[in-house]
């Protein structure tokens, strides 16, 4: 393992070339008009460069083939992970300069995901290879994180901020369970989102594109994922620590789907969403996402360190008032509209 003066100097060099290659990424944005414009399935009122995230994306990927590289890393598993991030990525900035289908985007999540589970499978850090039924659960988890991530990119800094929020607390899972390699690259994560944060929040001047929000949710599932597999965190904690993203769209989608509407087109329904067209501004809106991280998120991963065998009424605590919140403020919306008082 390095020394702390290398750590730090590794943890700082992620976020200024992460902050590098955004604000090149914006050059480049400009340049190619590649801008999303306000529209009524949009919640930012001026047009805005995207793909931003391309930084934060590359700057992880590296670090994962240098951790993997030198050793604190399994090598195959590093590897694994920066080609599926890059894959994720890759699909992502194709899709950022022309709309692809989403069936060819799922298919390259779907391989990238196959892929790193199966090389996690594998490795050293799991007992034995992963038993068929759960591996298949590994796929579908981390590709769906790639989806989520997705789905709640829509203003300013919310998805950066949980990302980094997942990556710190994975990295201290790391950390107190004594994988340091793993721990390492779950800070590059966190130090590469915080490079790319001020260019996107409180007020954004580039978005993270289709290319950062998915090629977060890929490390970040895949870091959790790890964590799992490997025993530095269990799967409570690893749905306790993403539920502000998860829970709004399961809601969200679940809600669509009860509704008979087409889940997977583009849409102004998540909780989010409703907040920002009640006029709040996009940073409160994030703040009160980063709330539920402090003030339920935290104590009850708590409790799950301290009293294990709750851990699964922690869970459901989280959803039950994730639904009440969730179901309380669609209501509340809904009554503003009918008041007018929503856009």
């Not at 800070?187 to 993270?208: Q, S």
């Not at 403020?329 to 008082?341: D, H, L, S, W």
């Amino acid at each position: 393992m390095p020394g702390s003066g290398v750590i730090i100097l590794g943890v700082a060099g992620s976020a200024l070339a992460s902050a590098l290659l955004t604000w090149l990424a914006i050059i480049y944005a400009r340049r190619r008009a590649l801008l999303d414009v306000p529209g009524r399935r949009r919640s930012h009122v001026t047009a805005t460069p995207r793909g931003g995230g391309i930084g934060a994306v590359v700057v992880t990927a590296v670090a994962s083939v240098w951790l993997g590289g030198t050793g604190p890393v399994p090598f195959a598993v590093g590897i694994a992970l920066a080609l599926g991030l890059l894959a994720v990525g890759a699909i992502g900035w194709l899709d950022d300069h022309r709309p692809l289908s989403a069936s060819l985007r799922l298919l390259v999540h779907l391989g990238a995901a196959i892929g790193f589970v199966w090389c996690v499978s594998g490795a050293s850090l799991a007992v034995a290879a992963l038993p068929w039924l759960i591996a298949a659960l590994a796929v579908f988890c981390l590709t769906s994180a790639v989806n989520v991530w997705n789905f709640m990119d829509g203003i300013d800094g919310l998805v950066a901020t949980q990302s980094t929020w997942v990556a710190g607390a994975t990295m201290l899972a790391f950390a107190q369970a004594g994988d340091w390699g793993w721990a390492l690259l779950a800070a590059a994560l966190a130090a590469a989102t915080l490079g790319f944060l001020p260019f996107n929040f409180p007020r954004a001047k580039v978005f993270l594109g289709d290319v950062g929000s998915g090629g977060l949710g890929f490390a970040c599932g895949a870091l959790l994922l790890v964590a799992v597999i490997g025993g530095a965190a269990s799967i409570w904690s690893a749905l306790l620590v993403s539920s502000a993203l998860w829970l709004d769209a399961a809601l969200t989608l679940g809600h669509r789907m009860m509704h008979r509407r087409h889940w997977y087109t583009a849409h102004r329904e998540h909780l989010y969403q409703w907040l920002v067209r009640t006029r709040l501004g996009h940073p409160q809106v994030t703040w009160l996402y980063l709330s539920w991280n402090l003030l339920i998120v935290s104590p009850l991963l708590w409790l799950v360190q301290t009293r294990p065998a709750l851990a699964p009424v922690a869970l459901s605590v989280a959803v039950a008032i994730g639904a009440l919140v969730w179901l309380g403020g669609k209501r509340a919306m809904i009554e503003r509209a009918k008041r007018g008082r929503i856009d």
